[in-house]
């Protein structure tokens, strides 16, 4: 799932959590569509930069005596009977070791902890030491640092639901807002791919999206009185009806017959990302659909996918929004979306 952001991206350095900062209700800032908002050149300001602290899981294995391995020259043998041996010397016991091949010492001086180190090295395992038994396991795969990063809370709505969804998009995890800052955790690659693709964006594309079904009593709509609309196959069809005739226009599908309302919301992002919209994000229904948006002069082409939607949109201007419906009916009911796109200038 893939969605851009805009930002500027200065200096990294450390910088620790805000204290005391109540987390952000994201699904009611992204389901509390602002109906009457501008379409376009909104002036969002620009994004601080990315900070951040590295936070690496490392493993804790005990400290063994602190005495020195001198003039042992044990012979060459499977791990387990090397360690016994040594142990019998040092007072611990082994545990674990009896899966591994042959290891050899050389009879060097060296402290009891480069000793182990050096034994189980040899055959690619790890140990632990609680203060009585060594014990044995295989290596796990390496870990990869995880950083955990922040960016500064953009005042712009659109702009900080885009951010949000860029975050996830592009592998961060743990991705939550507190305070004044958005944090994630991400390991190298995907942060270096974050602090790529976050800059150098002048403006987002924002989408409000609604889930609606409707059964109209003829058994069909009429496209030509939603809008400036035509029919498609089957149940399906489409309509531009002006901006701020979103009211207007449900009141022309509830005259028709029966309408429900499942869940708006808004997702945002540049050019040539897909946009995510899943309806239970704010709503209860499962529908789940894709917006591929293309900016097009004054408005977006714009692919539909999923959600019983397969359907390309030649054109959408902004100031327009536009009503679409699936070609199937579920239940006696036909799936639409109604879908505002918007344009937020961030510098």
Not at 247 to 261: I, M, N, Q
């Amino acid at each position: 799932m893939k969605k851009l952001i805009l930002a500027a991206i200065a200096a990294v350095s450390t910088v620790s959590a805000v204290a005391g900062a109540a987390p952000l209700d994201e699904r009611s800032l992204r389901c509390s569509v602002p109906v009457d908002a501008p379409f376009f050149a909104r002036s969002a300001g620009a994004i601080s930069a990315v900070t951040k602290g590295a936070s690496l899981s490392t493993r804790s294995p005990g400290t063994l005596p602190g005495v020195m391995v001198d003039g042992w020259r044990p012979a060459p043998g499977p791990l387990a009977k090397v360690l016994a041996d040594l142990g019998a010397e040092a007072g611990f016991s082994v545990a674990g070791a009896e899966a591994f091949g042959p290891v050899i010492w050389g009879g060097r001086t060296a402290s009891l902890t480069q000793a182990v180190d050096n034994l189980t090295g040899q055959v690619g395992a790890v140990w632990s030491f609680d203060g009585k038994t060594l014990k044995i396991s295989a290596a796990p795969p390496a870990a990869a640092t995880v950083y955990r990063a922040s960016i500064a809370l953009p005042r712009e709505r659109d702009v900080t639901l885009a951010l949000l969804d860029t975050l996830r998009g592009l592998d961060a995890r743990q991705v939550s807002v507190a305070g004044d800052r958005i944090s994630f955790a991400a390991n190298a690659a995907s942060l270096a791919r974050i602090q790529t693709s976050i800059g150098g964006i002048s403006e987002i594309y924002s989408f409000d999206v609604s889930f609606l079904e409707g059964r109209p009593s003829d058994g069909r709509y009429s496209w030509s009185k939603i809008g400036s609309g035509t029919a498609t196959s089957g149940a399906g069809g489409q309509a531009l009806v002006a901006d701020g005739m979103a009211s207007s226009l449900l009141d022309t599908l509830r005259a028709a017959g029966d309408l429900k309302a499942d869940g708006s919301q808004t997702v945002a992002g540049p050019s040539g990302w897909a946009l995510v919209v899943p309806q239970s994000q704010c709503g209860a229904g499962r529908n789940e659909i894709t917006l591929r948006p293309r900016r097009i002069g004054d408005g977006f082409a714009l692919q539909i996918d999923g959600g019983g939607f397969k359907t390309a949109i030649p054109m959408v201007t902004t100031g327009q929004t536009l009503l679409v419906a699936a070609t199937d009916p579920v239940g006696g009911w036909i799936r639409m979306l109604s879908i505002r796109p918007r344009i937020v200038a961030v510098r």
